[in-house]
């Protein structure tokens, strides 16, 4: 683990914040409808940058590009955040172009998740704590922004640390309808689950699962083992919807390579079972399923480890912006998730 990790400093009203596209563009409209988002909610200044108004067929070429972008809004000495537009599928091959002096002299907030969480684990491993938010979808769905989204945004965008984690009043399922004002079916949030009896704090590690898959598979941006001992793994599913055997098989790879057992404790986000044009069906009880292939994981390759599920992070709706690198509190005994 790096030595010393940075909190970038909190903005302030009036802050301007670079806009970039490290993964994917989104449409005009969506872009013009969070920067107002972020102008008339929360009294920031949105700088767009290039990479955001360039198609996607001009970012899925030009990778170099597209860190320099975000190279740039860090060093300069005005921009006070930077958040990307959107997730996607590639930002891997960003990765290569970053140079981590550049991003460590000016340590800045970035905020963003799903594929942007490749630049999230980059930034951890330099010691630069990130959050969990981007302008799409984080500011664009729903015809109101949800107030359990606003308050934890404030805290990420204005503190110096998100507090505690209160559970989401209720969640969806349904899928982003862009094209249309229509509210979407909100349901009783049915609680988190735990495992364990230990309070345990550690250094949040990990984020989306595809990516965390990825970083396994290439292995170019693993921490050393040795900087995850006592950290806290992150970890949701996305709108992917993996079958549950595959996240099994993935984490006891991470058994297998001595990385798992490092960890004193697990953050699961709620998963989302619902996407269009989606392989399988996933089961009513999907998330259920999920767990107990976790559960089986842990029993075997970390029995002490406490766990926390349904935590609404990632893609789950409503979300907290998850700052990876933060320390994180899981107090099972009260049921209370703090981070730091």
């Known amino acids: 683990m790096p030595a010393v990790f940075t909190t970038p400093p909190p903005l302030d009203a009036g802050s301007r914040v670079a806009v970039v596209a490290p993964s994917r563009p989104v449409d005009e409209s969506h872009l013009d409808r969070a920067c107002a988002r972020l102008r008339d909610v929360f009294s920031l200044d949105p700088v767009v940058f290039e990479s955001a108004r360039r198609d996607r067929e001009w ?3 030009n990778p170099a590009a597209r860190a320099a972008d975000v190279m740039e809004a860090f060093e300069d000495p005005s921009i006070r955040g930077v958040i990307a537009v959107t997730g996607g599928d590639d930002q891997l091959r960003v990765l290569p172009h970053l140079d981590p002096t550049r991003l460590t002299a000016s340590p800045t907030r970035f905020y963003g998740f799903s594929d942007n969480d490749n630049l999230r684990l980059f930034l951890w491993n330099h010691g ?3 959050y969990g938010a981007t302008l799409h979808p984080t500011l664009t769905v729903d015809p109101e922004l949800h107030p359990y989204v606003e308050r934890y945004l404030r805290r990420a965008f204005f503190e110096r640390s998100i507090g505690v984690v209160e559970p989401a009043p209720e969640w969806t399922d349904d899928w982003f309808d862009f094209d249309t004002e229509a509210p979407r079916e909100w349901r009783d949030n049915p609680g988190r ?5 230990e309070r345990v704090t550690g250094r949040l590690w990990g984020g989306n699962f595809s990516v965390v898959k990825w970083h396994l598979q290439t292995g170019r941006y693993l921490p050393d083992p040795d900087d995850l001992e006592g950290a806290v793994l992150a970890l949701e599913t996305s ?3 993996p079958l549950p055997r595959e996240v099994r098989y993935t984490l006891r790879a991470m058994g297998e390579r001595g990385l798992l057992e490092r960890f004193d404790g697990l953050l699961m986000g709620r998963p989302r079972t619902y996407s269009p044009g989606l392989e399988w069906e996933p ?5 259920e399923q999920l767990r107990e292939e976790v559960l089986t994981v842990l029993g075997e390759y970390n029995p002490d480890a406490t766990a926390v599920f349904d935590v609404a992070f990632g893609h789950a ?6 700052p990876l690198g933060a320390k994180a509190t899981l107090d099972p005994a009260v049921g209370r998730l703090r981070i730091d």
Do not use: C
């Not at 709706?317 to 998850?322: H, I, R, Y």
């Open 59 to 61: 970012l899925r070429d």
């Open 128 to 130: 630069i704590v990130s």
């Open 239 to 241: 709108e992917d919807v």
């Open 283 to 287: 089961p009513e009880n999907y998330g």
């Open 193 to 197: 689950t735990w495992r364990g009896d």
């Open 317 to 322: 709706d409503p979300a907290v912006p998850l």
